[in-house]
């Protein structure tokens, strides 16, 4: 609803001198689209500022005398969406770039919030009457998430909370895997995404780092809160959750790099107590592991305080020169962790597909790299290289591959224990003398000090190029290409870089758009659809989680349903049942169901066997669920399961099972 003009999103995205310089009189320029702002266009300041960081901040009287001020206050607003970074709403200041402290109070604090001050008099987003915000919801498990307009906007409730409007989004595999295997959804329906990058557009309360204005990242690790989630136009997160970007990143970089960067630190620095203190090729970082523990434990979740505080003792935290292994190095957080390790002076062990990402690790410093293609060999070479004596390893990858990365590590009952790590699951059982962590992450955004502390540090890396930020790849389309970018998460096509949606050119096709959105017309002669394989009417009707779900018989035997032996006009041949198949997911129905006739009669002559064809159906469709009869005195148990699990997985969880008993005597 709301778009970033494009000349805001090329500047951020590709933050060069020039492109900082074009955006500074861009932002000037830009004033003629405003009608009353044409005549004051020239007289707006715009200032580069010697700070590392990329801030927009709106000038308060933006050139105008005090009378033409007083004038327009004095004008009543109509209801509208706020979209005074657009450049394109009617009376809306447009912002000017400054890299420093222009426009902040004199206590350090911005406008954005409460306090009274002149400047939040002038907060445009203040004076709007009815803000509101696109976003993405998802309705239930295993859909797509519908494009919904015209939302509320969150509302700030604490001191430290803070209003991001989003300018890119970054997908993780987790917002796939969640909303298709129901696990991180508090309710439906729900808003999901964890990464974003933006502009404050409101600031804290309290004094902050943080101010009105600066372009922002980090990720939604509170996902309990949906104001916090990303697929939304306008995030609420704290000001200690977020990094400041420098001018030598660019925001796309931002939006890939949050989730993976805090959980990177937070297992290096807490779970396996890594100290940064001594780094010296680089900016030192805080002793995360002794700061967690000078902590009262009632601060702490009381479901990660054994992971935080007894989990490791202070005897066995890694010293610099000890190996650590990382299963999945391809990942974006095995690629931040790799550096992280190295900046504490670890020898870092990577597994990994070496065809896509082996150069990419080895400009990153990894001491030793082993393809993962031939597991039962990387881990006999892991050990042979680290010499039996591994005692850290942290696996991104699933647990299967953690059960591999733990039979690398050393088992001796004497000694110093083994650590690892899962960021995606465990094994089922320890090995001798190992000790299984499980990633605090609600750290980051439940303790203030090591929020802060931990993104200050990030600040500082960035400043000081000291991280290579993974690569990444734009996915168009706004928020309404979310869908398609998941899409291409679940193939597995993606290895060893983000995909980045910028936010603010929303495509419509694919995505529930509007909630009038037309009904298909009948247009064929024989009362079919014929208007191609637009999924909007679906969509569109199949949102509403308290919708009725609509199923049809499939006519996979001659006669169709009817029992008679006049002629039907329904068709039993696949091509006749695709074309239904295919009319009827564009209409909404949800659910077909195949039947299975071998010797009842009423015209049922020629008849296709219901699984098969039920398969058949599925790859012809899109989100057509298919019901698949089944008798059980024909079909070998394991047979039918084995055949059933191999079409769920060709069609993602489309396919189900309806064991007839049968009323037919002669078919039991």
């Known amino acids: 609803m709301h778009q970033a003009p494009a000349w805001l999103l090329w500047c951020l995205f590709d933050p060069d001198p020039v492109s900082l310089l074009t955006l500074t009189a861009l932002c000037s320029v830009s004033s003629v689209l405003l009608a009353k702002a044409v005549a004051r266009a020239q007289k707006m300041p715009s200032v580069v500022h010697s700070s590392p960081f990329?801030?927009?901040?709106?000038?308060?009287?933006?050139?105008?005398s005090g009378e033409e001020r007083q004038k327009e206050k004095r004008e009543s607003l109509p209801s509208r969406s706020f979209a005074n970074l657009s450049g394109l709403s009617n009376n809306v200041d447009v912002p000017s770039l400054s890299n420093g402290v222009a426009h902040r109070l004199a206590n350090g604090s911005s406008n954005g919030h409460t306090n009274g001050s002149a400047a939040r008099q002038d907060d445009e987003f203040l004076r709007l009457a009815s803000p509101q915000q696109d976003l993405l919801l998802l309705h239930g498990p295993r859909q797509k998430y519908s494009l919904e307009r015209a939302r509320d906007i969150p509302?700030?409730?604490?001191?430290?909370e803070i209003l991001i409007q989003v300018l890119a989004i970054g997908l993780n595999p987790v917002d796939w895997k969640g909303a298709d295997y129901d696990f991180g959804q508090p309710s439906y329906p729900w808003v999901n995404g964890r990464d974003f990058a933006g502009i404050v557009v409101k600031a804290p309360r309290n004094e902050s780092r943080v101010q009105h204005g600066d372009v922002v990242f980090g990720p939604s690790t509170d996902y309990r809160d949906v104001r916090k989630a990303a697929y939304q136009e306008y995030v609420v997160t704290t000001d200690y959750n977020v990094a400041r970007i420098p001018s030598t990143t660019t925001v796309k970089e931002g939006a890939a790099s949050g989730v993976a960067f805090v959980a990177a630190a937070v297992a290096l620095?807490?779970?396996?107590?890594?100290?940064f203190t001594s780094s010296r090729t680089s900016p030192a970082g805080p002793d995360f592991l002794r700061m967690v523990r000078q902590l009262d434990p009632r601060d702490v979740p009381e479901d990660i305080r054994d992971e935080c505080f007894t989990s490791l003792p202070t005897a066995e935290r890694p010293q610099p020169?000890?190996?650590?292994?990382?299963?999945?190095a391809n990942s974006t957080t095995g690629q931040l962790a790799l550096q992280l390790a190295k900046l504490a002076g670890l020898k870092v062990a990577c597994v990994a597909d070496l065809a896509k990402g082996g150069q990419r690790l080895s400009e990153l410093g990894a001491d030793f790299m082993v393809d993962k293609y031939d597991t039962k060999r990387a881990v006999d070479i892991v050990r042979a290289v680290t010499g039996n004596n591994l005692r850290f390893g942290l696996d991104c990858t699933g647990k299967d591959t953690a059960d591999l990365l733990q039979q690398t590590l050393?088992?001796?009952?004497?000694?110093?224990k083994s650590h690892l790590l899962g960021m995606t699951g465990l094994p089922k059982q320890a090995s001798p003398n190992v000790v299984h962590h499980k990633l605090p992450i609600k750290l980051f955004h439940e303790v203030h000090d090591y929020g802060e502390a931990l993104m200050q540090w990030l600040e500082e890396l960035l400043v000081a190029k000291s991280l290579k930020l993974p690569n990444v790849e734009i996915a168009e389309g706004g928020l309404a290409g979310i869908n398609d970018a998941l899409d291409r998460l679940r193939s597995g096509t993606v290895s060893g870089k983000r995909i980045v949606v910028p936010v603010g050119n929303e495509s419509r096709s694919g995505v529930s758009d509007s909630p009038q959105s037309p009904t298909p017309a009948i247009n064929g002669a024989d009362g079919i659809i014929h208007s191609g394989d637009d999924m909007t009417y679906h969509n569109q009707i199949n949102s509403d989680p308290d919708r009725l779900k609509f199923a049809y018989w499939v006519p996979n035997v001659s006669g169709g349903l009817v029992i008679s032996k006049i002629l039907q006009r329904t068709h039993w041949d696949l091509k006749s049942n695709v074309r239904y198949a295919k009319t009827a997911e564009r209409v909404g129905f949800e659910y077909a169901l195949s039947q299975i006739r071998f010797?009842?009669?009423?015209?049922?002559?020629?008849q296709h066997e219901p699984v098969s064809f039920s398969q058949a159906l599925l790859g012809a469709t899109e989100k057509l669920k298919v019901i698949a009869a089944l008798l059980p005195g024909p079909w070998n148990p394991a047979v039918a399961a084995k055949q059933i699990a191999s079409i769920d997985n060709y069609c993602d969880g489309r396919i189900a099972v309806n064991v007839v008993s049968g009323w037919f005597k002669a078919e039991v």
């Open 54 to 64: 990329v801030s927009l901040r709106p000038d308060p009287a933006c050139g105008r």
């Open 269 to 275: 620095g807490v779970s396996f107590g890594l100290d």
């Open 599 to 606: 010797m009842a009669g009423y015209g049922a002559e020629n």
């Open 321 to 328: 020169g000890e190996w650590l292994a990382i299963w999945g």
């Open 155 to 160: 509302e700030l409730r604490g001191d430290h």
């Open 410 to 416: 050393q088992q001796s009952n004497h000694g110093r």
